[in-house]
Every structure is written in structure tokens, then in C-alpha cells.
């Protein structure tokens, strides 16, 4: 199983990136999947989430309004639109793929994790 994201990349305050996750060796069609981040220093947290069908969703506080969970089963991936970005959004950010169906936000309902891709907000 892998999972591979990009779309990070250096954007400045207020900007919009679009990540993706691609799996493979995994059909994602009936599993959640979801978004953490992690920076220097910092744990691991989460970011979003989303159900196997995408009926449910769900986001972290911080992001909640600007970022945007979203999938496309026949194409075996899942994307985080991120909009109104700022510095603090600066992170690592993993795509994860869900033991069950539903959106979670717990780390350890997740059983597949990409290697993460770099976003870096500039003030």
C-alpha cells in the first residue's frame, strides 16, 4: 500500500495550495481517509477528515472554514483544498488512509500513512 501526496510548496500569507493523495495497492472506496500535520518540534495533529462515501466530514477548529476535504473514489484519491493560508499553517502534511468507514480524527483508527508532503506559508 502507498500513498503519495503532493501539491506543497512555498505560497505566501493568504494563498491557496491544493494537495492530493494518490493510493495505491488500497481501493480507498471504503475506507475514511484523512489529514494531519506535524512541524518541528511539534506532534502530529489532525487536520481532516473524511468518509468513505464523503456524506461526513470533518476538520480541526484551526482550519475549519478554509480548508476543504474532498475525494474522488474512481480516481483512488482524496484532496485538501487550503485557502486564507498563514504562517502557522506551515507544516508537513500526511494523508492517511482509516481502518473503518467513518471520519475520524483519531491517529491510531489510521493504518496507512504517506511519507507527507512540505507547505510553507511566508509571512
Known amino acids: 500500500v502507498q500513498l503519495v501526496e503532493s501539491g506543497g510548496g512555498l505560497v505566501q500569507t493568504g494563498g491557496s495550495l491544493r494537495l492530493s493523495c494518490a493510493a495505491s495497492?488500497?481501493?480507498?472506496?471504503?475506507?475514511?481517509m484523512g489529514w494531519f500535520r506535524q512541524g518541528p518540534g511539534k506532534e502530529r495533529e489532525f487536520v481532516a477528515s473524511?468518509?468513505?462515501?464523503?456524506?461526513?466530514?470533518a476538520y480541526a477548529d484551526s482550519v475549519k472554514g478554509l480548508f476543504t476535504i474532498s475525494r474522488d473514489n474512481a480516481k483512488n484519491t482524496v484532496y485538501l483544498q487550503m485557502n486564507s493560508l498563514k504562517p502557522e499553517d506551515t507544516d508537513v502534511y500526511y494523508c492517511?488512509?482509516?481502518?473503518?468507514?467513518?471520519?475520524?480524527?483519531?491517529?491510531?483508527?489510521?493504518?496507512?500513512w504517506g511519507q507527507g508532503t512540505q507547505v510553507t506559508v511566508s509571512s
Open positions: 473524511i468518509s468513505w462515501s464523503g456524506s461526513s466530514t
Open positions: 495497492g488500497l481501493t480507498i472506496s471504503t475506507v475514511a
Open positions: 492517511a488512509a482509516a481502518r473503518g468507514s467513518w471520519s475520524s480524527r483519531f491517529q491510531y483508527e489510521y493504518d496507512y
